[in-house]
């Protein structure tokens, strides 16, 4: 970059000339600005290039509207817009805003309000302000275009084109990197074969599947809680609609091959909407890992066992299969809640705590699957779970699933629903219950899980140091006790010397217990916290379908049915979280109690054997 020019720092004026100013010619003041860096730098080995005058000049109208945009970039206001979740501001019709940057995100700029709050608000809400900013810089010989504000509705169109319309358009879904990938494992060319369906719009959205490690204080956890729902939610609020597919097969653009195999039923239970069960229920075991190497033992990866019940053939699978898993099903499914795969470590990947703690997450994530009736039986899933040590017909699966052309907008035709259909007003009063349901849920779930993570804390350092001591103090009691000689007390002391042990071994009991009753609670939470960061997403799909309905009462009866797949859909996966959740949470509550009552009858029997060493006979 060259130094930018201006009065102050050269004592010249081009381009221009005003009272008591004089025009000093460009070239001539280039000339002589040359000739000054020459002198500086004549004793030094430095070649220095002249820059042209056009390059001098442009450099400089550059710096000119970049100081320019940003002493003064305000936006106007066109609707009003109320925040909804943490990380959004509220701002009113006609109010000014200042903003941070004109750089959009999903949609959503970042500025601030008049009543001096800073966040997040639609991008389509507001328009940016030039007025001001072209008038000063057009005397300088440059005029920036204006921006025309979009109406929220075009907004969300021309996000989805751009996002996705030239059919190259692609999304990160995976988790990072956990396991280096084999060259021959995912080639770049499969990066370009994932279709687009014939609507144009892309087949991926963005989602996050590695959840915050749950050993924290309480505050972390609401600043993980904020950072998840400004990221992972409010970004894709006008956007996701378009990105799932669900208005393109709203407005009739899907179009694609159902087969029979490929269908999908919606049946009609006794709550409203479910999915038809799977005919062939199983489930999946997941042995401990072993450690494996390639390369002469240059790498180093963590190998499962996995056994599916249907088949009874043992496959091995490393936590990089089950990430690029992870990534077809969410592309697959838009309103089908994925469980999230256990968090990634970047260090100590082969550490014990880790390896159990990962193993035990991968477990609640295979009850999950294996016990969805649609991800269940889908043919990437069964795949990945059958598929042995052929290479070949391994990567020949690996495509057929990346050019699976019934994503997005096309998986919509794979449903089959009830005959008759939902009450649309019915549908959106659920779904607004259920919005409330996630959130409280979701909340509540941080403070239990900060909560257990605190008291587990507790019991491993200071119960377990509290109890010790008091055992100690027992046993110095004894050990004073001794320097009496006589023998009728020697069984005293050998008693309280035992009630002192005891006392010691409680502590013991007391650190080794959360990982027996507390840990697989916070596990399931996790779990949890994991499907309730992704209903957001799959309700603002079915909102945006109900609205679409409204907005265009002349196609009503197209869109009506339409609307009343993504309808049967959306509540038949909220019905089946609500049944899986109360399956898990009952087991597991049933589960932390029997171990509470065997803990405290193990430390009741410790007591109770101290308590017979005073008796006589001892």
């Known amino acids: 970059m060259y130094p930018s020019l201006s009065k102050q720092n050269t004592g010249c004026n081009f381009g221009r000339t005003g009272e008591g100013e004089e025009a000093v010619d460009a070239e001539s003041f280039l000339e002589h600005s040359w000739s000054q860096v020459g002198t500086v730098y004549s004793d030094e080995s430095i070649s220095l290039s002249r820059p042209s005058l056009k390059e001098f000049r442009d450099n400089a109208e550059q710096q000119h509207i970049a100081a320019q945009q940003k002493a003064a970039l305000q936006a106007r206001v066109l609707y009003d817009f109320h925040s909804e979740n943490p990380g959004e501001i509220s701002i009113a019709e006609n109010e000014l805003v200042t903003l941070f940057s004109e750089e959009q995100l999903e949609g959503w700029l970042e500025g601030e309000n008049s009543r001096g709050e800073a966040g997040l608000f639609p991008a389509s809400y507001v328009e940016i302000i030039r007025d001001h900013i072209a008038t000063s810089t057009s005397n300088n010989g440059f005029s920036p275009s204006k921006a025309k504000a979009l109406s929220p509705t075009q907004s969300q169109r021309a996000l989805g084109a751009s996002s996705g319309g030239s059919g190259g358009g692609s999304f990160n879904t995976s988790q990072g990197s956990d396991d280096d990938w084999d060259d021959d494992w995912d080639d770049s060319s499969t990066a370009a074969d994932v279709p687009q369906g014939n609507s144009g719009m892309p087949a991926l959205y963005p989602v996050t599947t590695s959840l915050p490690a749950r050993r924290g204080t309480a505050q972390q956890h609401q600043q993980q809680a904020k950072s998840s729902a400004t990221v992972g939610r409010n970004l894709n609020r006008f956007s996701t609609f378009v990105k799932s597919g669900g208005e393109a097969f709203l407005l009739g653009e899907a179009s694609a091959f159902v087969k029979d195999g490929d269908r999908i039923c919606v049946v009609m239970g006794k709550h409203g909407p479910e999915w038809q069960e799977n005919p062939y229920p199983f489930t999946c075991t997941i042995d401990d890992p072993t450690k494996q190497t390639k390369f002469k033992g240059m790498k180093s990866y963590m190998s499962y066992g996995l056994t599916p019940t249907h088949t009874n053939v043992q496959v091995n699978r490393r936590y990089k299969h089950f990430d690029w898993l992870y990534a077809r099903l969410v592309e697959r499914f838009p309103v089908i809640s994925v469980p999230h795969l256990p968090e990634k470590q970047a260090t100590g990947r082969f550490e014990e705590d880790f390896i159990s703690k990962r193993r035990k997450g991968l477990i609640w994530w295979m009850n999950h699957m294996t016990s969805h009736p649609v991800l269940a039986r889908c043919d990437v899933f069964q795949h990945f779970l059958s598929c042995g040590a052929d290479e070949k017909a391994w990567k020949q699966g690996k495509r057929k699933a990346e050019r699976d052309e019934l994503v997005g907008a096309n998986?919509?035709?794979?449903?089959?629903?009830?005959?008759?259909?939902?009450?649309?007003?019915?549908?959106?009063?659920?779904?607004?219950?259920?919005?409330?349901?996630?959130?409280?849920?979701?909340?509540?779930?941080?403070?239990?899980?900060?909560?257990?993570?605190?008291?587990?804390?507790?019991?491993?350092?200071?119960?377990?140091?509290?109890?010790?001591?008091?055992?100690?103090?027992?046993?110095?009691?004894?050990?004073?006790?001794?320097?009496?000689?006589?023998?009728?007390?020697?069984?005293?002391?050998?008693?309280?010397?035992?009630?002192?042990?005891?006392?010691?071994?409680?502590?013991?009991?007391?650190?080794?217990?959360?990982?027996?009753?507390?840990?697989?609670?916070?596990?399931?939470?996790?779990?949890?916290?994991?499907?309730?960061?992704?209903?957001?997403?799959?309700?603002?799909?079915?909102?945006?379908?109900?609205?679409?309905?409204?907005?265009?009462?002349?196609?009503?009866?197209?869109?009506?049915?339409?609307?009343?797949?993504?309808?049967?859909?959306?509540l038949a996966e909220i019905q089946h979280f609500h049944h899986t959740r109360v399956r898990d949470f009952r087991s597991q509550m049933q589960h932390h109690l029997r171990q509470q009552i065997g803990f405290f009858q193990k430390i009741t029997a410790k007591l109770e054997e101290a308590l017979q060493r005073y008796d006589d006979n001892h």
């Not at 309280?496 to 042990?501: A, C, H, R, S, V």
């Not at 596990?523 to 309905?549: C, E, M």
């Open 411 to 570: 998986f919509f035709l794979t449903i089959s629903t009830p005959a008759v259909p939902l009450d649309l007003q019915e549908v959106e009063n659920k779904i607004e219950g259920f919005k409330v349901f996630t959130k409280r849920m979701d909340e509540n779930i941080v403070v239990m899980n900060t909560t257990i993570n605190e008291f587990a804390r507790k019991q491993i350092t200071g119960f377990k140091k509290e109890y010790q001591k008091v055992g100690q103090s027992f046993k110095l009691l004894a050990q004073a006790f001794e320097w009496d000689q006589q023998t009728y007390s020697v069984g005293l002391n050998q008693a309280i010397t035992y009630t002192g042990e005891a006392y010691e071994a409680i502590g013991e009991y007391f650190a080794e217990q959360p990982r027996q009753d507390l840990d697989p609670i916070s596990d399931l939470l996790d779990l949890y916290r994991g499907h309730l960061s992704n209903f957001p997403d799959i309700i603002h799909v079915q909102k945006g379908a109900l609205t679409k309905v409204k907005d265009c009462p002349k196609q009503e009866g197209e869109l009506h049915d339409r609307c009343n797949i993504i309808s049967c859909a959306t």
